[in-house]
């Protein structure tokens, strides 16, 4: 295996994973059903980030949209805490928030207009422009996930997220520092495809826990006449071999 395809594999190992904890524990909750799904999209939106040959320059903006689709997560988690049951009064300002960082990505193309002497507006690339757009949005992302775990899962879990997604965005600071000088992301380092592929893995598997954990039927957490946790329901759950409880009314 190369090291471009274990990433490939880890990414879409995220999109799987994600996708089974949405299908196995959250059906019986709306929203929590979509933020996973939301979640299960950010990674599958940068399946062809890995799958091109290496002397095609990588969209960076697909890290973007996939930032986009983490703030809009993150904001339906905290709508979720904010009012578990029942429509919602208004939306949250982190969904906002989303919504207007979006247009970024539609005007990107506008950031990198080459000027007068050839140099570009800001005085950056269009390479460049799409590190910066691409950064903002995941860590703005990353920033909503934690907001919403805390909210929706407690200050613990919210603790655990963030030491992992402070890993996780130092490794994209450094990533995108190295590709800065560049004209476009082609070969990516070995280093930096193991070490993603572990983020996505670490930071997948413990937000859907989380999630799946939290929004999961009483029935499905716990046996209800011995109160122990349901591992064995648990794994049949996540094989699709046996279907959640829904809420009681």
Known sequence: MTPTTIAWSATLF?????????????????????VVALFACNWAVLLPYYGLPTNVPRPELLSALGGFLSIYA??????????????????????VIGVNLLLLV????????????????????????????????VVTGFVAITKGIKDFAGT??????????????????????????????????ELYLYLFAAAKIIY????????????????DRADPTTGRPRIGHWILLFLHIRHPHHHNA
């Open 14 to 34: 995220c999109v799987v994973f994600s996708a089974r904890m949405a299908d196995g524990f959250l059906r019986a909750s709306p929203r929590l059903f979509t």
């Open 204 to 219: 997948t598997a413990t937000l859907g826990t989380i999630i799946a954990y939290k929004g999961m039927t009483d029935q």
């Open 106 to 137: 539609a005007v990107e193309s506008a950031l990198a207009i080459p000027g007068p002497q050839g140099a570009h507006l800001f005085g950056l690339s269009h390479h460049q422009t799409e590190l910066v757009v691409g950064l903002l949005l």
């Open 74 to 95: 993150g904001g339906l988690l905290m709508l979720h805490a904010h009012q578990p049951r029942g429509p919602a009064p208004d939306v949250v300002t982190w969904q």
């Open 156 to 189: 613990l879990a919210c603790c655990v997220l963030a030491v992992i997604l402070a890993g996780y965005t130092a490794l994209e600071v450094e990533f995108a520092w190295q590709e800065w000088e560049g004209v476009g992301t082609t070969e990516i380092p």
